[in-house]
């Protein structure tokens, strides 16, 4: 069964401060990774990650994938009050499971001014 | 983009009733999917609705308990049936993003059902 884990389950940051969101995973037969922001109801995308080793990058964030260690990371510099989110990590299986997703728990990440 | 609409977007339901919620896309898609978040957990696949075939149901779901129609390739309903307080959750309807057959997907505002 696939599975995903996120670290930490929440955290709380002051504007300005950069923050390390982790994700692990293990999947049977792997095609990608994702991350999403859900703020009141729906996620929303964010990044998708297939290749190891290159960094995804929009503005302030930026996410990299390791297949060898089946590990990824979202970095948030420079952190503002509107990031305050849950940021959640899923895998998607190769084959034709196309939108089948297995989601981790999400981290709560609050952002104080 | 893809404009996903849901309704309702939320509602107070009594045990051992039905609640049918619909979905809405602004374009054709091939597929939809119905994933539930549980309080303070993380989404999980319910199934995936194909346009003229039979949804497709992970473990743990089946379609006595949710069954789904698609009777088209902008439109699909989920309904909860026979409820009780543990079907308490968000129900969201998502289909995939902008590069086709890739995890990339487009989420609904979800319907939170509270079931007494």
């Known amino acids: 069964e696939d599975k995903v884990v996120q670290s930490p389950l929440s955290l709380v940051v002051h504007e300005g401060d950069t923050v390390t969101l982790n994700c692990s995973y293990e999947?049977?037969?792997?095609?990608?990774l994702l991350w999403y922001k859900q703020e009141k109801k729906a996620p929303t995308f964010l990044f998708m990650l297939?290749?190891?080793?290159i960094e995804k990058k929009s503005g302030r964030l930026s996410s990299i994938l390791d297949k060898k260690e089946l590990f990824s990371i979202l970095n948030i510099t420079a952190t503002q009050t509107g990031d305050s989110a849950i940021y959640l990590c899923?895998?998607?299986?190769?084959?034709?499971?196309?939108?089948?997703?297995?989601f981790g728990q999400g981290t709560i990440l609050t952002v104080h001014p | 983009s893809a404009v996903i609409s849901q309704k309702p977007s939320r509602d107070i339901c009594q045990r051992g009733t039905s609640l049918t919620i619909q979905c809405q896309v602004d374009?054709?898609?091939?597929?939809m999917f119905w994933y539930r978040q549980q309080p303070g957990q993380s989404l999980t696949l319910i199934a995936t609705a194909n346009q003229g075939s039979e949804a497709t149901y992970e473990s743990g779901f089946v379609i006595d308990k949710f069954p789904i129609s698609r009777p088209n390739l902008t439109f699909s309903t989920l309904t909860v049936s026979n409820m009780s307080p543990e079907d308490s959750s968000i129900y969201l309807c998502?289909?995939?993003?902008?590069?086709?057959?890739?995890?990339?997907?487009?989420f609904g505002e979800g319907s939170r059902l509270t079931v007494l």
């Open positions: 297939t290749s190891s080793g």
């Open positions: 899923a895998v998607e299986p190769g084959g034709t499971s196309y939108g089948k997703l297995t």
């Open positions: 998502s289909v995939e993003g902008g590069t086709a057959n890739t995890g990339e997907l487009f």
């Open positions: 999947v049977t037969n792997f095609r990608s």
């Open positions: 374009s054709q898609v091939t597929m």
